[in-house]
Every structure is written in structure tokens, then in C-alpha cells.
């Protein structure tokens, strides 16, 4: 039989699975579980680049007077998806600057193609898919803490 001590201890042991670990700071979302650091302004929405004028975009950027910014891998992007989300956007309602479009990951696929093709997150769906690196698509950088 459960008693308020029991109930107590069962919410107590719970708790970290229902933690907040996205904290939004001004242009920045921060990550506390996986020691990231997000980028969410304008820019997210507004710039559109080649996979190789994202990576340079990304270690140019200053945001909040921190410095080296890179593009996330596919699995950092997967911390932040809400892939349970009914709407047409699949990332993390903590974000505001979002389109549902593509955005470029730091991966890049080797096999018939020597690197020239890149991975992006389709935020529609959440899915990854690869395409080649000339094409255009939105940047979001990240930074370790």
C-alpha cells in the first residue's frame, strides 16, 4: 500500500526525468544536459547558405560576446527535436527563430562522393537527409560550455 512517503519518494525519483534542461537567455537557448550552447535570433531565419559558407558563418560568429560557434553534428540536433510535436515544426518550442525548412549539420557523407555531399535537418520532419553541399540552407550554430 502506498503512503504519502512512498508517493513522496516515487515524485522525488521521478523529477529528473521531467527536468528542464533547455533554458532560453536572450539570442542564446542553453542546454544544460549536453553542455551545449544554441544560437536563436534572426539570423536562423534570415540567412541561407552553402554547407561551406554555413561552417564559416558559424566560426566567424560572435553572439552574447561568445566566440567559437560550429555547426552541430546530427546527434546534438536530435537533443533539441520534439519529434512528438503536431504541428509542422519539430524542434523544441524553447526556439523562436525557426522556419520549417533545412538546416546544415556539420556531417558530411564520404561514400561515391568524397564529401561532397552534406547532412541537413529537415525541421518539417525532423528527419536528416543528405544533399549536395552547393545547395542552400538555413544555419543554426551551436557551442560546447
Given at each position: 500500500?502506498?503512503?504519502?512517503?512512498?508517493?513522496?519518494?516515487?515524485?522525488?525519483?521521478?523529477?529528473?526525468?521531467?527536468?528542464?534542461?533547455?533554458?532560453?537567455?536572450?539570442?542564446?537557448?542553453?542546454?544544460?544536459?549536453?553542455?551545449?550552447?544554441?544560437?536563436?535570433?534572426?539570423?536562423?531565419?534570415?540567412?541561407?547558405?552553402?554547407?561551406?559558407?554555413?561552417?564559416?558563418?558559424?566560426?566567424?560568429?560572435?553572439?552574447?560576446?561568445?566566440?567559437?560557434?560550429?555547426?552541430?553534428?546530427?546527434?546534438?540536433?536530435?537533443?533539441?527535436?520534439?519529434?512528438?510535436?503536431?504541428?509542422?515544426?519539430?524542434?523544441?518550442?524553447?526556439?523562436?527563430?525557426?522556419v520549417k525548412d533545412d538546416y546544415w549539420t556539420?556531417?558530411?557523407?564520404?561514400?561515391?562522393?568524397?564529401?561532397?555531399?552534406?547532412?541537413?535537418?529537415?525541421?518539417?520532419?525532423?528527419?536528416?537527409?543528405?544533399?549536395?553541399?552547393?545547395?542552400?540552407?538555413?544555419?543554426?550554430?551551436?557551442?560546447?560550455?
Open positions: 500500500m502506498l503512503n504519502f512517503k512512498n508517493i513522496f519518494l516515487i515524485i522525488l525519483l521521478c523529477m529528473p526525468l521531467f527536468s528542464i534542461h533547455l533554458q532560453k537567455n536572450r539570442n542564446t537557448i542553453m542546454d544544460t544536459e549536453h553542455k551545449l550552447l544554441w544560437q536563436d535570433n534572426k539570423d536562423n531565419i534570415r540567412f541561407i547558405f552553402t554547407h561551406e559558407q554555413s561552417s564559416q558563418y558559424c566560426a566567424k560568429l560572435t553572439l552574447n560576446n561568445y566566440t567559437n560557434w560550429r555547426l552541430p553534428t546530427i546527434e546534438e540536433y536530435k537533443t533539441i527535436l520534439d519529434l512528438n510535436r503536431k504541428d509542422e515544426i519539430k524542434l523544441n518550442k524553447k526556439f523562436s527563430f525557426v556539420n556531417d558530411r557523407t564520404w561514400l561515391r562522393n568524397f564529401g561532397k555531399y552534406g547532412y541537413y535537418i529537415m525541421i518539417k520532419s525532423g528527419h536528416t537527409y543528405y544533399q549536395n553541399r552547393t545547395y542552400k540552407k538555413y544555419v543554426r550554430c551551436v557551442k560546447d560550455l
